[in-house]
């Protein structure tokens, strides 16, 4: 069981182990609805993860998520265990 609220350098490593050995699911159908909306990817998703700065913690709808960007795209995650992930949400900045 995760103890979170994770700081941002933990909640990155955590995502760099989840995209090396575990799993990324999104959010059905919103995530994939707002993919399609922005005209993203699940790469640019994984790719949003891997190069991507993680802000604080932020506890929304009884959960913590947090927002992972780089300089044109945001993802927003919420770990649902140590080996898995899952895309809430994504935009183009």
Not at 9 to 26: H, Q, R, T
Not at 31 to 38: D, S, V
Request: proline share 3%; charged share 30%.
């Amino acid at each position: 069981m995760l103890n979170e609220p994770l700081r941002p350098n933990e909640a990155k490593k955590l995502i760099s182990s989840i995209l090396k050995d575990g799993f990324v699911s999104y959010s059905q159908p919103h995530a994939m609805e707002r993919l399609e909306k922005h005209g993203m990817s699940t790469t640019d998703c994984i790719n949003i993860l891997r190069s991507g700065t993680v802000e604080e913690a932020e506890h929304e709808y009884g959960e913590w998520r947090y927002r992972v960007h780089t300089g044109k795209m945001t993802v927003i995650v919420r770990f649902e265990v140590e080996t898995e992930l899952m895309i809430v949400t994504a935009w183009r900045k």
